[in-house]
C-alpha cells in the first residue's frame, strides 16, 4: 500500500527547530534553547508547519553540521541502555546464503582493551536480535599466538575480558580474518578451535581496519552491508553513510523499525 501513496512534494529545506507552545496551545519556533524541538516543514503558501519531535533524545551540548555556518542539529547526545559504557557501529553485512556482523566499523576510533570487549558484547546482542546465534572472531594480524605487537596483546585482552564477561558465549582471538571466515584455512591456522572458520560476528581492533574492512569486503563481494547500526543507545538509532542510495535508506529504515519492535 505504500508504494501506491503518492510522492511528497519538497517544497524547501526541512529543519529542525528548538519550539515552545504560544498561548493557544501550537508550536512555535524560538531562538531560545528549550529543549523541545520540532520539523520545520515549508508551504506552499510561505508558512511552515512544525511537527514535534519525539523520543528518548536529550540535547546537551553537541553541534552538528556539514557546512559551516549550516548547523543541522546542535546540543545532541543520546541516552544509553543502562549499563552501557559506550556506542559503537555495527554492520550488517548480508551474503547470499548467511549474514554476519561486522563492528565497530563508525564510531570508536582506537578502542583499548575494556572497549573493545565492550563493543565485543554489544555486537553479539545485535546478531541474537537479528536471529543469529553469535560466534564472535576477534580479529588481528595474529591467529592465536601466531604473530606478536603490542595491537596483538591489546586484542588478547580485549578477547579474556569477553571471556570474564560473557563466559558461554562463544569467541576466538585473537585471529586473522581467513582463519575466522573460512573453516579451511582455520583448519590449519587454528586446528582444534571449534570458533575459527565459523565467525560470524566480526570485531575489528580500531575503526580504521573496520571501515576499510566492511567497504572492501561490501565492493568485493557483492554484499549487502546495511547500517551502521548504533549500539548502545536504549532506544533504535541509526546512521546512513553520505553515500547512501535510495535502497540504503529504505534497508536502513526497515532496520530500526525491527529494532523498534
Known amino acids: ?90 554492520f550488517l553485512m548480508c551474503f547470499k546464503d548467511h549474514v554476519a556482523v561486522f563492528s565497530d566499523c563508525a564510531i570508536n576510533l582506537n578502542p583499548d582493551a575494556e572497549q573493545l570487549s565492550e563493543i565485543a558484547l554489544q555486537s553479539a546482542e545485535t546478531a541474537r536480535a537479528f536471529g543469529i546465534d553469535p560466534k564472535v572472531g576477534m580479529l588481528s594480524y595474529s591467529t592465536l599466538g601466531s604473530g606478536k605487537g603490542p595491537d596483538v596483546d591489546m586484542v588478547e585482552e580485549a578477547t579474556k575480558l569477553l571471556k570474564e564477561k560473557a563466559p558461554d558465549l562463544p569467541v576466538v582471538g585473537s585471529i586473522q580474518f581467513d582463519a575466522a571466515w573460512s573453516p579451511t584455512v582455520a583448519a590449519t591456522k587454528a586446528k582444534g578451535n571449534d570458533v575459527a572458520g565459523h565467525v560470524n560476528v566480526f570485531v575489528f581492533p580500531d575503526l580504521c581496519a573496520g571501515n576499510i574492512g566492511y567497504k572492501a569486503v561490501q565492493r568485493s563481494s557483492g554484499a549487502l552491508a546495511i547500517g551502521p547500526v548504533l549500539q548502545g543507545p536504549n532506544k533504535p538509532v541509526n546512521d546512513l553513510s553520505r553515500g547512501a542510495l535510495v535502497q540504503d535508506i529504505i534497508n536502513t529504515i526497515a532496520l530500526t523499525a525491527i529494532e523498534a519492535q
Request: proline content about 3%.
Open 1 to 90: 500500500d505504500l508504494m501506491d501513496e503518492p510522492s511528497e512534494e519538497d517544497h524547501g529545506t526541512v529543519t529542525l527547530v528548538n519550539v515552545s507552545y504560544n498561548k493557544d496551545g501550537a508550536l512555535q519556533e524560538t531562538s531560545e534553547r528549550t529543549n523541545l524541538w520540532a520539523w520545520k516543514v515549508p508551504q506552499e503558501d510561505g508558512s511552515f508547519a512544525y511537527t514535534k519531535l519525539a523520543g528518548d533524545v536529550r540535547f546537551d551540548d553537541v553541534d552538528f553540521a556539514y557546512e559551516e555556518g549550516k548547523t543541522i542539529l546542535h546540543d545532541i547526545s543520546l541516552f544509553a541502555k543502562p549499563g552501557q559504557k559506550l556506542v559503537s557501529g555495527a
